[in-house]
């Protein structure tokens, strides 16, 4: 039997939030973790049809920084797959490694946010990869649900976080911008101010 409490759920506009992202913090700490949620898992990062043709379009300027694999793979089966879930998600190499995975002294870095943070793409990277720890689940009726994934390979991530007493939607300011809009970001921080006046007159 599964005893595991379930976090508070929150609604912004049409998004439904688990309580643990404005409760619970987390900061990359890319030093230690070595970028490795570009490597592990068994499939690769959450498209939009949107995305797979602003990735085409950036390919050629991408192109040197993958690894002869990673291209092996792309003229093969193109930048993107449907997987078992029916998902659209990024092609990998020996499924683990995203094909945009490039290494730098060892730290495994997007090939596609290095182009961008270079100026030589508009693109960044895939919104899934850059909201993560946050995953993003539709519903039907418009509705969005955001959760925190808890993974043992972000334990360093979420160390650093609480020592800096950085929470999770604060770390993700900027996708979650992205994603959503800097209108409904705000009312998430009203949202999060109102849960931590809670917790403060809980503990008086």
């Not at 993107?80 to 683990?96: K, Q, W």
């Amino acid at each position: 039997m599964n005893n595991q409490k379930v976090p508070p759920i929150f609604q912004v506009g049409d998004v439904l939030i688990s309580s643990d992202i404005i409760t619970k913090n987390f900061c990359c700490d890319l030093e230690k973790c070595k970028g490795f949620c570009c490597v592990e898992g068994d499939s690769g990062a959450p498209l939009t049809m949107e995305e797979i043709a602003e990735i085409e379009d950036c390919l050629d300027a991408v192109w040197n920084d993958m690894a002869a694999s990673a291209q092996a793979v792309v003229d093969r089966q193109g930048v993107a797959y449907t997987d078992r879930d029916g998902d659209l998600v990024t092609s990998i190499v020996d499924g683990r490694d995203c094909v945009f995975t490039c290494y730098h002294d060892g730290i495994c870095l997007c090939a596609l946010e290095k182009a961008f943070r270079e100026g030589r793409t508009p693109f960044v990277k895939p919104i899934s990869c850059a909201l993560y720890p946050i995953r993003e689940k539709k519903f039907k009726g418009g509705l969005v649900g955001l959760n925190y994934h808890e993974w043992r390979v972000c334990q360093d991530a979420v160390r650093l976080g609480d020592q800096l007493g950085l929470p999770v939607y604060r770390f993700l300011k900027d996708p979650l911008v992205r994603r959503f809009g800097a209108e409904w970001y705000q009312e998430l921080e009203m949202l999060a101010e109102e849960i931590d006046q809670q917790k403060c007159m809980n503990h008086e």
